[in-house]
């Protein structure tokens, strides 16, 4: 299941964010690569130890806890901190497929799903699709607008295109949900979208109350939480 969701930025936090990138320090980005991911990313990433780092990822951090539609459809359980990219001539991140597992012990977390936040203008640079491979071959590219994200399954292979002109910006997030299963989360996500639908069009109708049920009492069956 990939979702595409507009707006996950405002207007505001993507200028604060955009200023600070203005200044803020960069190192190569194949430092947080796995050893064989590190021979196909090219890239620049923000020092995560720099104060310039603490102040981009609270607003983005922010931003994702309180966008309805990402915690509808990917039932966060926990979350790794972002990361910040960034591509400029010709720099591009080859085809791999994440880590399945970030952090250590006492703060591991099972990257189920990915998050791309854009912070770039999409006419400020060519290049830079990000493209997802399905089976039979298939290739579908993405480049969104400025603010919006896309979240897509944690072991999916991809790759970023390379950046001929200008320099593509983007926010990386990690989520583990609370249904590791992404057919599960997708049905999930079909009932909520109904949900939703159906409450636009009819109200709490009898068909609401049905589907809401139906959702959740899956969401019971399915869902792993600690605590």
Not at 45 to 70: E, G, K, P
Request: charged residues 20%; hydrophobic residues 45%.
């Amino acid at each position: 299941m990939i979702v595409c969701v507009p707006d996950v930025l405002t207007a505001q936090e993507l200028g604060t964010i955009r200023a600070e990138l203005q200044s803020a320090p960069f190192v190569d980005g194949s430092v947080t690569a796995g050893w064989s991911a590190r021979t196909v990313k090219k890239n620049q990433q923000i020092d995560t130890n720099s104060a310039s780092y603490a102040r981009v990822a609270d607003i983005v951090r922010a931003a994702f806890h309180r966008n309805s539609l990402l915690q509808a459809a990917l039932l966060p359980a926990a979350t790794t901190q972002p990361l910040f990219n960034r591509y400029a001539g010709g720099m591009e991140y080859g085809a791999h497929v994440d880590a399945p597992v970030m952090g250590g012990i006492g703060n591991a977390l099972r990257t189920d799903i990915a998050i791309t936040v854009f912070l770039s203008d999409p006419r400020s640079y060519d290049g830079g699709e990000l493209v997802t491979h399905a089976s039979g071959g298939m290739e579908y590219s993405f480049k969104l607008d400025a603010g919006a994200a896309i979240a897509y399954p944690g072991n999916t292979l991809h790759h970023v295109s390379p950046v001929t002109r200008g320099v593509r910006d983007a926010a990386i997030i990690w989520v583990q949900s609370m249904v590791r299963d992404s057919a599960r989360r997708e049905l999930l996500w079909d009932l909520e979208s109904a949900k939703r639908d159906i409450f636009g069009r009819e109200g709490k109708s009898q068909a609401f109350d049905a589907v809401s049920r139906s959702h959740a009492n899956l969401l019971r069956m399915w869902a792993e939480v600690v605590g």
